[in-house]
């Protein structure tokens, strides 16, 4: 008997349903975003138990329309763990947290992921989940409810697409 659950590896068509619904939410996340510079963190819980993170530094401008990816291999392992997180077969929670860089203190709002989309989070569980472990630095950031992102369904992707 194994000392973990196994994953059971989801459907090609569930994975490019999800695929479609984590570029469509990492373009709405990027423009709730706005101008700045982000770092934004995916924690993700999967059912062998095991946690996985992602992370990726953003710059974003709107006046010219610009999106600088720091390191193009961070952002490509975010993607796939949204991807994952998205789908939901191999992951029990998760939650995606973008800190802005400003002054005087940082930003942060972020959103959990639940029933295949990002829905923002209070800002008492946002608090909750930025608060370091015991010994770690602490970096205070001001937190803020994340915007709701309009939620396109798999149809609505699939008939844009065609």
């Keep these: 008997m194994p000392a973990r659950p196994q994953l059971i590896r ?3 068509d569930a994975i490019a349903a999800a695929m479609s619904r984590a570029l469509t939410a990492l373009a709405l996340v990027i423009v709730a975003l706005g101008d700045g510079e982000h770092t ?14 992602g992370q990726a530094d953003l710059s974003i401008g709107t006046d010219p329309v610009r999106l600088t990816v720091l ?11 949204l991807v994952f997180a ?17 002054e005087p203190h940082p930003r942060a709002c972020g959103w959990t992921i639940r029933g295949g989309w990002l829905h923002p989070m209070d800002t008492a569980q946002l608090q909750q989940a930025l608060t370091p ?6 970096v205070r950031r001001e937190v803020y409810r994340a915007p709701a992102l309009p939620h ?11």
């Design 10 to 12: 989801p459907d090609d």
């Design 86 to 102: 998205l789908e939901g077969s191999t992951v029990r929670g998760a939650v995606l947290i973008a800190t802005t860089a400003a």
């Design 71 to 81: 390191d193009e291999t961070d952002y490509a392992v975010l993607r796939t763990l």
């Design 40 to 53: 934004v963190n995916l924690v993700a819980e999967r059912t062998d138990d095991t946690v996985v993170r």
């Design 133 to 138: 472990c015991p010994g770690a630095p602490a």
């Design 152 to 162: 396109i369904t798999d149809t609505e992707e699939e008939s844009r697409h065609s």
